[in-house]
């Protein structure tokens, strides 16, 4: 448990977007798997809550839906990057680079 | 953007709630394969990777949950689940259901009815476009008699406003009146107005069929198509059947042929509320009638006029103008007669809101109606009160169904909604059945009013804004009596319920049901006070003596403008008509005057007694003009000197009421004195008749039944100005006969032969203009007569249901004490004490509430003092008997018990 910190729902949403940005329509475990891979396993995430948050991304249009094979040959649900999830990762990176250029003021003031 | 999107997609799968649910479940189960698949490669044992992966995977149910929140409407789904269980709670019980419908029904049908009168007659707005704008001027007299209504205008006064006005523009005139009506073989007499010619355009409706009026119909014969006329949608369809050929009929009204051009659109009643015109023609017409110096003078105010504040002008402003325009208007157009009346140099310019039209009935009913509201308002807060208490009990039956939702998750909020639906799916039925109720009494209610014409115009089905108001209301009461068992319910602590025994037994409710009672006593007394005392006043009103005859009398109303007799011949006219109808069979008295007593007009004048030197002042009296048989035919004893007679030679003569007598000569006798008839003009000194004073009649009432008898001087008719009588050419001719048909038959058949170009105006019945000059004090006191008498039966119910709830909650406890050797007697009483209690709390308290309100309608009251301690004392008898009638059944109950039945029940 130390050393992983928990994982805020807005930031869940924008690691998906940028998880399906670079690898294109994933299904689900595919999503969440590459999530842990990228933070080395820091976050304390429940695989699970990547649905409500996937939910969340189709109601916004920020991700869409298909259907398609998996690789066990069954089916599964397949989510792909939309035109307004584009923008989105663009609109969300750069509100997070603010906010951390801000924080490293802060942060590297000389005591 | 992104949330509109939201709600879309939550909508839309609202809809698909099986095929999702299957997919989700699909698309878990892979996911959970894929991670098992993966962990079997890593080298796992079966169980072991599955067991690894729905460890990484957190809790599935859990997951679908959150899943099926974000996903659906979780709002709805729990709404639906509400209704469901409140309706198999209400076919489970549904007596408990039946009473609260009944009751609210009751309850929000009184406010529903007497919402849709107060609608109709205060807030309506007029159908018109940007209703607004509209604005009614007129001279305000309130400066010098403070009952004083506005005074209408004339056409120059209109004519100088639209030239030299700045805030205001399309002024139009709108005149109401009765036309004699012809059309084919149909011969009646129609209500209609005549308007000015830009009167519908500066209304801006559009014509059902044809045109509508306009200018150019107003020039001097009539426009194009001659004299033109609209008629009203409503005629269009009951007479001529909504045929699109009554555009271009020809009918004759009041002697002259005219031509329909138009029908007014449906709903549009003219600018006047509650009159109901069914033929609409140009202000031309007037001059075609009367001759044209009758449309154009300035000696007579007879125009209601209204305009459109010009944009950006508020009402205010436009008001601050026109009394700097006043004098000047008035000093170019009204006769120095009238100009320098007192009345009128005093008088200001009024520009008063005119959205939802003018109507003098409202002013008379204004605060009748918030007194009604009031009371009904009190009627649907006794219903509440009983319900809340009803709802109470049922709640402290079912804690422990609360205390199990509550450990099963149900949050305090989630608790009060369900209850709040359970309250609704009763309140909004009780609404619906009071709309009905309101529906079905409206015409009986409007009948009260005591005004045809608003019994024909105003319209009681109950419109939109109406129902918006009544579902209000119906949430309003669910919340109401909601609330109190929705806090209780939530309240109770999980463990102590689950562990409890005995379900029913609560303590906490107990208090909360014990206030309902005694404010359910409280307003039901105030609600009687009112209705006794509103009660007493009429009664007083109507048999008080009014100093008149008013069985079998008739004054019919004569309109001699337009026949050739003028001058002396018209003055010999009506005296011979009155002699002749006294002739006929049947006809006891007959004779004429000028005013009709209890019908609103006044006629007062300056006089002075010559004789004596301390009242050189003149004194103003009220006057009438009457010829002979007058006090014989209205039953008012003279009591010295003797009657006027139908000749010349009692040209100068005159009868004084006791009042008057008193008035202008205290200390003598008032016979045989002379009496001098003050006329002011300005600029010459005053002019003066003196009449000598021949007889003293009885004190009579004038004009309202409140009144004390007034100074009274009675002139004779005799030739006037302008060709008329003194009295003009609209006197009424009274008739005393043996039954009013006898009288009504005698008249008619007299001016058909006398006058028979003259227009044939119903007579009125005097009793009954009597009773309708107290239509406002008869509504009222009918009308919360009833909401009292509701209030003490809701009142009662509440009191019978609160007892007979606690004598079920305690029975094990009074079977103990008749196993312990109570007698019947002292279980009566401990039932009878509670009600006691709380019955007497409730009267004084309501006692005080009472007196407050009885103070506060001081001013419908007609010789009752708001503290009269009879009506208080009775009332609250009353209330004590309905409340110990009502106890008596559980108390009966509580008695019957048997205690080995008490205590093996549980």
Redesign the interface.
């Known amino acids: 448990m130390d050393g992983k910190s928990d994982v805020l729902q807005g930031t869940l949403d924008l690691m998906v977007l940028k998880t399906l940005e670079s690898m294109g329509p994933l299904h689900g475990y595919g999503i969440a798997r590459r999530i842990e891979q990228v933070s080395n396993d820091t976050l304390n995430l429940n695989q699970g809550t990547i649905y409500p948050a996937l939910l969340r991304l189709q109601q916004r249009g920020w991700v869409t839906t298909e259907w398609g094979i998996s690789e066990n040959n069954r089916r599964a649900k397949y989510y792909s990057l939309s035109r307004l999830g584009k923008k989105q990762i663009e609109k969300e990176t750069e509100s997070w680079q603010r906010i951390a250029a801000t924080m490293a003021r802060f942060l590297a003031t000389p005591r | 953007m992104?949330w509109l999107?939201?709600c879309w997609?939550?909508c839309v799968a609202f809809f698909g709630v099986r095929r999702l649910d299957e997919?989700?479940d699909?698309?878990?189960l892979?996911?959970l394969?894929?991670?098992t698949?993966?962990n079997l490669r890593r080298g796992m044992s079966p169980q072991d990777a599955r067991r690894a992966a729905l460890l990484?995977?957190?809790?599935?149910a859990?997951?679908k949950e959150?899943?099926r929140l974000?996903?659906g409407l979780p709002l709805v789904d729990e709404l639906v689940q509400d209704v469901r269980f409140a309706t198999r709670q209400i076919v489970r019980a549904p007596g408990f259901a039946i009473i609260a419908i009944l009751t609210l029904g009751l309850g929000i049908g009184a406010n529903t009815a007497v919402f849709t009168l107060t609608h109709a007659l205060l807030l309506q707005t007029l159908p018109v476009r940007d209703p607004g704008e509209l604005v009614r001027l007129a001279i305000d007299l309130s400066a010098v008699d403070k009952n004083g209504h506005d005074a209408p205008l004339n056409l120059p006064i209109i004519e100088a406003i639209e030239k030299q006005s700045h805030s205001v523009h399309d002024v139009f005139a709108w005149c109401v009146y009765d036309f004699p009506f012809r059309d084919g073989g149909l011969n009646s007499g129609i209500h209609g107005a005549i308007v000015s010619g830009n009167a519908f355009d500066s209304l801006g409706i559009q014509p059902a069929a044809g045109r509508l009026l306009t200018p150019a119909d107003d020039q001097k014969g009539g426009g194009s198509d001659g004299l033109a006329a609209v008629v009203s949608y409503r005629i269009w369809v009951s007479r001529y059947h909504g045929d699109a050929s009554v555009v271009g009929r020809h009918v004759i009204v009041t002697d002259h042929p005219v031509t329909i051009v138009g029908v007014a659109p449906e709903g549009f009643e003219g600018v006047i509320a509650a009159e109901h015109p069914d033929i609409y023609l140009p202000l031309e017409f007037q001059g075609i009638l009367y001759g044209e110096p009758s449309k154009h003078t300035g000696a007579r105010l007879w125009l209601d006029t209204f305009a459109r504040l010009n944009p950006g002008v508020s009402r205010r402003q436009a008001a601050a103008e026109m009394s700097a325009l006043f004098p000047k208007i008035l000093d170019a157009t009204l006769p120095p007669a009238i100009r320098h009346m007192p009345q009128i140099e005093k008088a200001r310019f009024a520009v008063r809101p005119a959205r939802t039209g003018w109507s003098k009935l409202r002013s008379t009913y204004t605060e009748p109606l918030l007194l009604l509201q009031l009371m009904v308002g009190a009627v649907l807060l006794i219903c509440c009160a009983n319900l809340s208490g009803l709802f109470l009990a049922r709640a402290s039956a079912r804690r422990q169904e609360f205390a199990i939702r509550g450990a099963l998750g149900a949050g305090r909020l989630r608790l009060i909604r369900q209850l709040f639906v359970e309250c609704l799916m009763l309140a909004l039925p009780g609404a619906l059945l009071g709309v009905g109720l309101a529906w079905v009494s409206g015409p009986w209610i409007l009948h009260m009013l005591g005004n045809v014409e608003a019994e024909e115009a105003i319209s009681m089905r109950p419109n939109l804004t109406v129902l918006c108001v009544t579902i209000a209301c119906a949430v309003l009461c669910a919340l109401l009596f909601g609330m109190a068992p929705a806090w209780t319910a939530s309240n109770t602590s999980v463990e102590t319920a689950l562990r409890s025994s005995n379900p029913r037994a609560s303590v906490g409710s107990a208090g909360l049901r014990n206030f309902f009672v005694p404010f359910q006593v409280a307003l039901s007394l105030t609600l009687v006070v009112v209705a006794a005392l509103l009660g007493t006043t009429v009664t007083r009103l109507l048999t008080k003596q009014s100093g008149y005859r008013t069985e079998n009398v008739i004054f019919a109303l004569t309109d001699f403008l337009r026949i050739p007799q003028k001058d002396k011949a018209l003055v010999s006219l009506y005296r011979r008509m009155a002699e002749q109808i006294e002739q006929r069979p049947g006809v006891e008295q007959a004779s004429v005057s000028a005013i009709s007593p209890f019908l609103g007009w006044r006629w007062s004048d300056e006089f002075a007694a010559v004789d004596n030197p301390k009242h050189a002042v003149p004194v103003e009296a009220m006057e009438n003009i009457i010829t002979a048989h007058y006090f014989s035919a209205l039953g008012v004893p003279i009591l010295a000197g003797r009657d006027l007679e139908n000749s010349d030679s009692d040209r100068n003569s005159c009868i004084l009421s006791q009042a008057a007598a008193r008035l202008y000569f205290p200390h003598t006798s008032a016979l045989g004195k002379t009496l001098r008839n003050v006329i002011h003009r300005p600029g010459t000194h005053d002019t003066f008749h003196d009449y000598q004073i021949v007889g003293i009649a009885a004190d009579t009432k004038y004009d309202s039944l409140r009144e004390t008898p007034p100074p009274i001087v009675y002139l004779p008719l005799t030739a006037g100005e302008n060709e008329q009588t003194n009295g003009g050419s609209n006197l009424f001719i009274v008739i005393h006969a043996r039954s009013v048909a006898i009288a009504n038959s005698a008249y008619l058949k007299t001016l058909h032969e006398m006058a028979p170009s003259s227009p044939e105006i119903p007579p009125v019945v005097f009793s009954e203009s009597i009773r309708d000059s107290v239509a406002r004090e008869r509504l009222l006191s009918v009308l919360s007569g009833f909401f009292a008498l509701l209030g003490l039966l809701l009142s009662g119910i509440g009191i019978y249901a609160l007892l007979a709830w606690n004598v079920t909650r305690r029975t094990t406890e009074i079977g103990v004490r008749m196993a312990l050797g109570a007698t019947r007697l002292k279980v009566f009483a401990l039932v009878m004490r509670q009600v006691a209690g709380l019955l007497a709390i409730g009267v004084l308290a309501g006692g005080f509430a009472a007196f407050f309100a009885a103070h506060s309608i001081r001013s419908f009251l007609f010789e009752v003092q708001p503290g009269n301690p009879w009506v208080f004392v009775l009332s609250g008898l009353a209330l004590v008997l309905v409340g110990l009638v009502a106890a008596t059944l559980p108390a009966g109950r509580a008695v019957s018990i048997d205690p080995m039945q008490a205590l093996r029940t549980e």
């Open positions: 992104d999107r939201t997609s939550r997919e989700l699909e698309e878990l892979e996911h394969d894929l991670a698949d993966e990484k995977f957190g809790g599935v859990q997951i959150d899943y974000q996903r």
